[in-house]
């Protein structure tokens, strides 16, 4: 139920309930409209008719909220930790790292508040009134309750009104409703407990006026209008952190705790029991944290999720915010809108039946291609008259236009109409000669009173002929025969009953479409020509068809463990059907709005969790839905396109919106923008958000196995009261250059063939599996052991400690290039063409860290810069054994997990 303002008297009442007079009444509003006077006072009152900004945060705040993030604050330890260390130049380049980022963030979403700004700028800038007797035009923002406004075709409709008089009046309400077809307007009342589509009485602020004129009393401006309080729910709902986010979260605070409990532990144990002198051990505690904290980690996070987001734009999917590309790989339920998402938003005849046949048509959409067909076996309409006159018929009684832009078809006027156009050069009709050769006299336009639209038109002999379409029952009530081989026989009503309940069970909206020759030449059409007469040409079932490529997105979406539920305020019947030929649901069940009304939330979580299918939703109905699947555990993407989305879009995992008809309200609310406003699209991004997630899974087992080989030696060293095998600065060159050097490498990894067949990843399992876990391990002991070993070869070959930790530098890079090899596939075996050459980044990073170690181990500016010495050939070739041993046994440890049947 919409907020309403309060009446003069202090009553609420429900405006779509009370009579046309009561609303006068009651807002003390007569027919010469309000005073100016009286105008003032209610400004004053209910304030202009527009909506409140938010309270924006600054610049500055908005860009220091950028580093209020796990992620950064690992960057900030180690550039605080190497800043203590000396290591100026170092220092400055993390912070460098984060800096950059924070401006990234900064760009990219510090614009959030433009879904608020994007709905203001709905309202109308003008609006027509009576006031004191007199036609005035004013700002809409002037606007008070009591205002009598004055509605034609091609308005936007000011502020909420309750309609007073209505002539062929249709409203398009997509933006607020989701429903394609423009609403028919009425002043007669309904029941209290109405969806927002079914007031037929009202006209809805932001809306637009497609077809004829209205008059209206203003209800409700500024906040208390519908449009007002979808305002209000965005600025009120909370958005949720992505998956990863929250799972490194976890992860850092994990890792910090080790880091310090290491550091202290090998500060005491150092200075009480090894006897080193405190600058010595606390510099080794420093070196330590260094070497364990993986500082590179949040950098090749965010070049892997900037990969994501340039590989998403190319398959039409625009990201906004850089984690949304991760979260797409948990998505576990995707809340789809129907309108302009699952379907064309273009009307389309998809059946016609006559008296002596039942045909389907093809094609889709607004284009005039496509043929009839009868049980599969296409007909040629040439040789139908009857379905040629009945295509006849419905393209004359008719006022839209159909246009050739380019290679698009678009149609001016109401999009039912223009499908009965659209059907008719199907049938080789040509509007234009038909017009020349029918041309109309007069017209009855469409009212809901009557419910059909009729015209008047003369043949070139002077003959007078009727056609009329319009509702079914209405249509047959005026017919005594139907058409049949071109002949008129006697009406079966029971037939044509059967066949409008049977069209209507599949979604379709019937139109009935008739004609009657009348007996003398006339010039004007009555309503008393319309009472009986008339012969049935036949039905057409008209439909907004689901897009093909949707069909197949959903059925991959399946496949991929991932529940698509359509909610959309559409009638249940069509959302049914349209559900049923996309494969969504069981065929069995649809909720409706108002029956989620009367849900507690622990029954709407149930109900969320069983159906797929939701019919004539509002934004409230959205919103709890998705809020229900979350509580249920699902990460959620909601898609759609409208101002009814946007809440929804804010509070779900992950906001979908379309690029080309959606506003710019969804596009703000949302993470991410499918600029061709195809489902399809979807299923690409999932694709892409599970290959960025394997791949920073794939580059936390690379880079941690050498941090912890690092932290390792570090810490052996000590305990044997040994010389330090890495310096801090050698350290460093490790983690900042080889290592992001080559995990940069792992982010271009494309999808693995499984990628699409498994479900997806528990967003509540921790970022590294036991399987993870068991890999870094398993492969830091490997690096230890081997830096070790060869450390202690070099010194009891009486080599100088400067050689041996050159030896170990360069170990634990060979031991890292072998084992970015090896991570290219966590369980599938690398020993292939495609697993050692698939990736040409892997392969140019590898050469391209030999040179760099060749410079640092020969050049003598590096030597004097990190302690190195040059290297003999025996030494190298013990370090490229200890490398292919690591990549050997890694190898042999990937079979045995196969063959136990392990998977990542």
Known sequence: ?????????????????????????????????????????????????????????????????????????????????????????????????????????????????????????????AAIVIRAGQREQIPAEQLVPGDIVLLQSGDKVPADLRLLHCKNLRIEEAALTGESQAVEKSISEVEAVTAIGDRFCMAYSGTLVVYGQGTGIVVATGQQTEIGRISQMIAQVDKLTSPLLRQMAIFARWLTLVVLLLAAGIFVYGLLWQDYPLSEIFMAAVSMAIAAVPEELPAIMTITLALGVQNMARRSAIVRRLPAVETLGAVTVICTDKTGTLTRNEMTVQRVVTADDQLQVSGAGYVPKGSFSRDGAEISSVDHADLRELCRAGLLCNDALLRQSNDTWEIQGDPTEGALITLAMKAALDPTQEHEQLPRIDVIPFEPE?????????????????????APERVLVMCNHQCSQGEDRPLQSDFWQARIREASENGQRILAIASRVMPVKQHTLAMSDMETGFTLLGLVGIIDPPREEAITAVQQCHAAGIRVKMITGDHRITAAAIGASLGIGDGQRTVTGIELDDMDDAQLRRTAADVDIFARADPGHKLRLVNALQNNGEIVAMTGDGVNDAPALKRADIGVAMGRKGTEVAKEAAEMVLTDDNFASIAHAVEEGRTVYDNIRKTMVYVLPTNGGEAGLVLLAIMFGMALPVTPLQILWINMVTTVTLAISLSFERPEMSVMSRPPHDPHAPVLSGFLVWRIVFVTLLMIGGSFALYFWELAQGSSVELGRTVVVNVLVLCEIVYLFNCRYLIASVCSRQGMLGNPYVVLAAGSLLILQLLLTYLPVMQQLFGTVALDAAAWGRIAAVSLILFVVIEFEKYWLRRRGIKD
């Open 1 to 125: 139920m919409p907020h309403q303002h309060s009446s003069e008297d202090g009553g609420t009442p429900v405006w779509h309930t009370c009579p046309p007079q009561q609303v006068l009444d009651v807002l003390n509003t007569g027919s010469d409209g309000l005073t100016q006077t009286e105008a003032l006072r209610r400004l004053e009152r209910y304030g202009a008719n527009r909506l409140k900004p938010p309270q924006a945060k600054s610049a500055m705040m908005r860009f220091l909220l950028q580093f209020h993030n796990v992620l950064i604050y690992i960057l900030l330890v180690a550039s605080v930790l190497t800043a203590v260390l000396g290591h100026w130049v170092d220092s400055g380049v993390i912070l460098g790292v984060v800096v950059i980022n924070a401006i990234i963030g900064f760009v990219q979403e510090g614009k959030a508040e433009k879904a608020l700004n994007a709905i203001r700028r709905m309202l109308s800038l």
């Open 450 to 470: 009557h419910r059909f639209m009729a015209t008047l038109h003369h043949d070139h002999t002077g003959h007078s002929l009727v056609y009329v379409k319009g």
